[in-house]
């Protein structure tokens, strides 16, 4: 600032301020400091004759700084800043003095009067610093791209593109759908699962505004919000969709079996196949892992099964460069695998399945349309027995956190068991019940009232094979007896654990993940739809266990934030950000690792991304050489404060005497 | 006649995501505290300079305080962590200043916590006035003057590297 004309406007906020604060004596005292041209006082400063008195000032005393000492900056800081934009002064030369929340409010006396005035002197001394900055503007692309087809994915891309914008939706496998595909029927009202998705799945794909990727993989994400550049490869799938009529001889033909994913291996599928008859895109795939006849030598059945003449052995990957705005991930989960854990007998005693194999043995399209059987021999279970917290809340061995959704599910199986075996008997062990959802509590209660199913507190010991049986040893804590069950089949609610590749992808993406591998959110409590990588936006497990209405819920919340990216005229920041100083700056690159979102790259010297940089200072702190700082809260500023602070006043000594 | 008593001179640099906040909370509901704090609001507590705490020192504050989130609920994810290593090095560096490390204190308070940082305000007041005026070697002979700028460039640098 070159030559300082700074305008002070105490407010007496009524008397919130000058019930306590003697307003005269600190617009008096304000008068008196350097650079000071103006300083006055009126009892709402906020009001329409308030502003217009700032704005008026601006004009006639040519104004290039204002300090309204009033209220928070967090009440009115916009306020004033917006009055003094349109009065022709760059908004950044407003800043507020709080001499409300932090003084008036808080204290007493000629003390509260003094302390009115350092505070007031300090945020002159910033205003004398401040320079007129402008908002970084940059113009974007219009298109989202949503990575993973489940509910979430779903949401997010139908929801982007009936808003009028273009979507990709990147799926991994062969069919869009995800876990929601797979369930049986969902809790608390038992709606099938398939019913309720499959017309979602449609509607993605006759969607004028989606291209969904199915078979396809994020390779590389380069740019930044806004701007992003990513590459995807579309893997082969051998069939050509626009042939296939989907009439399954080739998988006749296909002499190879291979355990079936969709059907968590309680079937086979043939090299071949089509995941589920709804699959969208609806053509079958060919598994290039399984299959026989790509090369050396060509096995060819599929081939010359099909009169369509829709497989083609010779189709290539497809890389695909595509240019976005707006991310949305939304990768979903898995549950614990066999592999990684031994307890319970699971991966080893055939009896013993996780939840979702139990989803599909329940489901009216799965392996034994919707009848539950034991895998060993097929034969109906008479006593089952559900073990919830398989892996979650075990700090020890498996997982610290709650899984979320199994204590739901877990009554929903036991409740389709009854329904299914009603001279069954089954038994749930727990550690709690969590139902905190609309419906859930009364859909438990249910269970454990109307069902008959008998819910035990307590751990299982040991889960081991005897003769046909498996035999379940545990402890119910609540009468103190030992509990033994011999069960024809063991349902484990497996924990939750983040879809396998997401740490590989969040490195793409540059956002971060947490000890557990969820994506993790930028703030837990006020942002958790979005990464600290601007532009990118979470929705679903992949966050977080969540159950289907969570997951569709933050499925929109992303989509709207992504519509809020992808509809505005150009992408405008905050100037109030690092900015490197070139003669100063070695490249040592000290700041880089400071950084949290990557905003800073180091070339010839230190380069901060404006659109990146959120202002935060832990760079500007951390340079050694004083060649970043951070506009408008300059070390010179701060020093300034300081000094205006903690000024010595003769009568000092004796306050409060 | 007055008793000549000494009041306790603190600058506090406050986040302006919790500590900031939560001192507007603590008015907000009248939480009466010592009136002995004048707050600089900050962007971060990661954005504090070592160099400003020496610098507040040696022009008479008797005390620093550095407010800023809870560990994990940094709105800038970190920089609280690096505020906390800072500040560790800082006291280190203060004590062979022959200032009592006490002087500078880094707290987390959050944006909820009006009663927290009410209670926080009135402790370090007390703790300070407990310590008597700031007499360290800072800012007397024009040499320490020297050797705290060079001090605080090392724990700078000492800081960053670490």
Known sequence: MAQPRIGVFVCHCGRNIAGTVDVEGVTEEASRIPGVVLSTHYDYMCSDPGQEMVARAIREHRLNGVVVAACSPGMHEETFRHAAQAAGLNPYLVEMANIREQC????????????????????????????????????????????????????????????????????????????MAQLSETFPTLDCSQCILTPKMVEVDRHPNIRVLANSKIEEVSGFVGNWDVRIRKGATYVDPDKCNLCGDCVEACPVRVPHEFEEGLTERAGIYIPFPQAIPSSYTLDVQSCLGLKPLRCSECAKACEAGAINYDMQDELLEEEVGAIVVATGYETLPKAAMAEYGYGEIADVISGLEYERMASASGPTQGEIRCPSDGRVPKEVVFIQCSGSRDPELYKPYCSKICCMYTAKHALLYRHSVPDGQAYVFYIDIRAGGKGYEEFVQRVMEEERILYLRGKVAKVFQDGDKVMVWGADTLTGRRVEVAADLVVLAQAVVPSQGVVDLARKLRVSVDEHGFLKEAHPKLRPLEALAAGVFLAGAAQGPKDIPEAVGQGSGAAAKALMLLSSPELVHSPEIAEVAEHLCSACGICAPQCPYE???????????????????????????????????????VLAMLHAALKEHEEAEVLGG | MAELKHEPKIAAFLCRWCAYAGADLAGTNRLAYPPNMIPIRVPCSGRVEPAWVIEALRSGADGVLIGGCHP?????????????????LLRDVLAGLGVNPARVKLVWVSASEGVRFAQVVRDYVEEIRGLGPNRGEFGVPEEVDDRAGRIAQAVEQAVNHG
């Open chain 1, 599 to 637: 905003a800073i790259t180091v070339e010839d010297t230190a380069v901060v991304n404006e659109m990146l940089c959120e202002g935060c200072g832990t760079c500007v702190a951390a340079c050694p050489s004083g060649a970043m700082n951070l506009r408008n809260l300059a070390d010179s500023q």
């Open chain 1, 104 to 179: 008036s409010w808080v204290h007493r006396g000629a003390a509260a009067t003094e302390k009115a005035s350092r505070i007031l002197a300090t945020v002159v001394e910033k205003v004398r610093g401040n320079l007129p900055l402008e908002p970084s503007t940059m113009g974007h692309s219009t298109k989202c791209l949503v990575i993973g087809g489940g509910v979430a994915g779903i949401q997010a891309a139908l929801d982007v593109a009936n808003a009028g914008y273009e979507v990709l939706l990147v799926e991994r496998s062969p069919s869009i759908g995800g876990r």
């Open chain 2, 72 to 88: 994990g609920d940094c709105h800038y994810v970190s920089g609280n962590y690096k505020a906390r290593r800072r500040v560790e």
